[in-house]
C-alpha cells in the first residue's frame, strides 16, 4: 500500500469524522467522499492490500450516515422553524 495516499484519505475523512460546525460538515463530507473515490480508482490499477479497500468503503458508508444525519437535522429544524411560525 502506498502510505502517502493511504494516509492523504484518511486524514482527510477525520477532518469530515470530526467537524463540529455545521456549515463546514458537508463541504468535508463531500471532500473526503472525493478523496475515498479517487483512491478507490487507483487501487483498481495498483496491487494493494485488501485491509484497505475494506477501510474504504466502512469509511465511504461512515461519511454517507453522516450526511444522512445532517440531512436528518436541517430537516427538523425546518420543521420547528415551520412549527413556530404557524403557531
Known sequence: MNE???AEWQRIYQE???ETDQVELL???CAAESV???RLQQMHHELTPRGEAIAIFDAVHSLRLLR???YS???REELS???KRSA
Open 36 to 38: 475515498l473515490f479517487s
Open 68 to 70: 444522512c444525519d445532517l
Open 81 to 83: 422553524l415551520m412549527w
Open 27 to 29: 463541504p468535508k463530507i
Open 4 to 6: 502517502s495516499k493511504s
Open 16 to 18: 469530515a469524522l470530526i
Open 73 to 75: 437535522r436541517r430537516k
